[in-house]
């Protein structure tokens, strides 16, 4: 079996043999009888030869089975020979691919369905065509197991608390993956984490016991403070006589504003104290 280094090597020399266009003699003579047939058949050859290519595309040119000049063509025209080149069109824009909702097993042992959107681009047109047979296709399986493999090792609530940095972690392992594709995953969200009806009641019902429980603290920090107040209320009231005849005043006042058909005025401790004291 032979070593990692001696492949490497191997694949260097193809690329360099294919670059410098060592096709052998018969590909030689296939290469001028193509050019032969094109100039006898001109101008008819011409709609054959003839190819454009747009800004958002380059094209990789095989003359007879090999990548001419080791880089793609375009934008603009290009020439090819019948009969002996063929090239492949790649577009080099940005794709959106809707990840399908996945079924994940958390680490907590709850079952979850997630979907996402990934976002990547073609940077290198001749790693893409002769290094993988469908770089979309396989793209596209590689977002879905890595989206099922870092979410399994993940609990639920992290899932729900940490999608940015899970997403992060998620495009840099696919970026690495696909960079011998000639692939650059420029984003990877999560659209949606969908959970069992039981979990979903599970935690409704542990949010709603939160939610009292706070509301019980707040009621009572608010009934321990009133009773300060009204602690500090009364020691000013006792302090000064004249203060409690003025809220006395002002609770007649209240209460004769109201709509009542019968009022009783009770009188003050501090006026039958007068009468208490001449008795005695």
Known sequence: MESPSTQKQERKEELVDAVKGGVGVCGWMLLVLSALFAAITFPLSIWFS???????????????GRIMSGKAKGPGLMFILP??????????R???FAIPPQEILTKDSVTTTVDGVLYYK????IKSVANVNNVHLATHQLAQTTLRTILGTQTLSSILSNRE??????????DNATHQWGVTVERVEMRDVRLPVSMQRAMAAEAEAVREARAKIVAAE?????SR???????????SPAALQLRYLQTLTTVAAENNSTII?????????????KMK
């Open 50 to 64: 003839v190819k454009i290519i747009k800004e958002y595309e380059r094209a990789v040119v095989f003359r007879l």
């Open 94 to 96: 940005v794709i959106s």
């Open 165 to 174: 940095e899970i997403a992060h972690n998620i495009q840099s392992l696919l």
């Open 83 to 92: 009969c002996t080149d063929t090239f492949v069109k790649v577009d080099l």
């Open 222 to 226: 608010g009934e321990m403070n009133a």
């Open 122 to 125: 073609i940077r290198n047109a």
């Open 265 to 277: 005025f009770p009188l003050p401790i501090d006026i039958l104290q007068g009468f208490m004291q």
């Open 229 to 239: 107040s009204l602690k500090e209320a009364s020691i000013v009231l006792m302090e």
